[in-house]
T-cell receptor
């Protein structure tokens, strides 16, 4: 029943390379979010979108950019990956403030 | 400093025992949500509470929103191994439009 899918599920990349993570939804929800989850920090918001081409920064946006050219797709780009960006990345969607639906996550390792 | 503090951080109990986990803040929230996250997956929404003093039940799980809307609790009756997971609270304070997650309570139920 995956209304939201993330790709890839796992990725290993080298320091300094660009990386793009994809989030795809079939729910036609207006809001889309990118979070990272790290031990001791919980889930932290990187960027979010409130419509096509409408995006804004979250708590930990440095080193990340996003794009949303279609309602269903929200891309997260690490412009030049660093080891501190090793994390699990989650995409989430919502139509209201009353609950998010999360994807299954992307485990990114920067070596 | 986390806006939402969860306690305990870790909890390991025997099957059949009862437990309570807490989510506290010094800020007032318009609503609070509880999620459960299993290893390798994204968080899944369990419940949203919106009214101070509200109590919601989901089978063996009871959720309460504090009268002042600054805290919430999750009580599990007769815990089962299937309850094992990371429990997260989340919400947006009345002031501002950021949405925050707590760092979670990791629950292990031993058969």
């Amino acid at each position: 029943d995956a209304g939201i899918t993330q790709s890839p599920r796992h990725k290993v990349t080298e320091t300094g390379t660009p990386v793009t993570l994809r989030c795809h939804q079939t729910e036609n929800h207006r809001y889309m979010y990118w979070y990272r989850q790290d031990p001791g920090h919980g889930l932290r918001l990187i960027h979010y979108s409130y419509g096509v081409k409408d995006t804004d920064k979250g708590e930990v946006s440095d080193g990340y950019s996003v794009s949303r050219s279609k309602t269903e797709d929200f891309l997260l780009t690490l412009e030049s990956a660093t080891s501190s960006q090793t994390s699990v990345y989650f995409c989430a969607i919502s139509e209201t403030v009353y609950g998010y639906t999360f994807g299954s996550g992307t485990r990114l390792t920067v070596v | 400093t986390q806006l939402l503090e969860q306690s305990p951080q870790f909890l390991s109990i025997q099957e059949g025992e009862n437990l309570t986990v807490y989510c506290n803040s010094s800020s007032v929230f318009s609503s609070l949500q509880w999620y459960r996250q299993e290893p390798g997956e994204g968080p899944v929404l369990l419940v949203t509470v919106v009214t101070g003093g509200e109590v919601k039940k989901l089978k063996r799980l009871t959720f309460q929103f504090g009268d002042a809307r600054k805290d919430s609790s999750l009580h599990i009756t007769a815990a089962q191994p299937g309850d094992t997971g990371l429990y997260l609270c989340a919400g947006a304070p009345d002031t501002g439009n950021q949405f925050y997650f707590g760092t979670g309570t990791s629950l292990t139920v031993i058969p």
